[in-house]
């Protein structure tokens, strides 16, 4: 008897969906570099809305995140705010495709920083810096301005799908003059850094959604929540200087938006102890920096995905408020 054939139907059904999607992405990369500038942001605050409008799971995810930072807000408020969230979220990806056509003038003119003189110092002392970074603002145009202004950044990507959007991004960021370590499929990740940090580089790590399932969990805006543990274990590795560091949008003139880098004070690492209780306690005091500037801007936090504990495992719920 011949064997039935294998299943290729869904996995070419994914190709093809990758593919579109690559397409999709390509050309919107390219039209929204030709538009005039404020044709382009009053298009991505349109799509914004739409997508606010229609509700979808990722819109649903994002108000229910703000929700946590703001707890006070009634239901009209929230929803509000997750609009203007939303909008944030959008003028981060248009920024981001027209960055590779600002000169380094437009890059370093449009960002404010405040707390960047101990960071400064490490650098020029040769210590490493190592930071702990939230999906806030626009972390692409903080990694430019850093590689221009500081020393250029060496940081890790997650891998997306299809490949080819993947490379598109790492090339991307890689033109801005950073060094993209992939977190998956490639060397060794947390080996990497330890070598960058030891010989006194710069590494910003988004860390405030854990996605290796090897992260630790924190109170987070009230609430558990699981976040990774790299900032951490690489401080106490190697005796980098550890921040956490937020950013914001804020106007500028001619109707432009820049952002506001800011390096909370500097987190002491060496009355912590070693071991895995260390590395969630410096965790902690990370996500307290993090969770400070969220209540303050949270429509500046991009967060469309799951992060709190409650979420991800209703049946650890440690929390009576909610969601």
Known sequence: MTPAPGPVGPSRLERARERLGYLAYSAGWRIVRLLPEAVAYRTFDGIADLAWR???????????????????????????????????????????????????QRIVSTVRTEGDEPVRAALASGQGVVMFLGHLGNWDHAGAWATLQLQ?????????????????????RERLGMT?????????????????????????????????????EVDFLGEPARMAVGPAALALATGAALFAVTIRYEPTSRGRHGIVITWHPQIATDDVGTGRAAVTALTQ?????????????????????????????PARVTSTRPA
Request: aromatic letters at 8%; glycine letters at 8%.
């Open 54 to 104: 229609r509700r979808g799971s990722g819109v649903q995810r994002l108000e229910a995140n703000l929700a946590r930072a703001r707890p006070d807000l009634d239901a009209d408020d929230l929803h509000e705010l997750a609009r203007s969230g939303l909008r944030s979220y959008l003028r981060y990806w248009c920024d981001s495709f027209r960055l590779p056509d600002w000169d380094e």
């Open 285 to 313: 005091r990370c996500a307290d920096h993090l969770a400070a500037a969220i209540r303050s801007h949270p429509q500046d936090w991009h967060m469309l995905q799951r992060v709190f504990t409650a979420d991800l495992d």
């Open 180 to 216: 993209i370590i992939p977190l998956t499929g490639g060397s060794d990740v947390f080996r990497s850094l330890l070598r960058v940090l030891r010989g006194g580089g710069f590494v910003p790590l988004l860390a405030d959604r854990d996605l290796t399932d090897g992260g630790v």
């Open 152 to 172: 250029p950044v060496t940081t890790v990507a997650e891998r997306l799908k299809p490949e080819q959007l993947f490379d598109r991004f790492v090339t991307f």
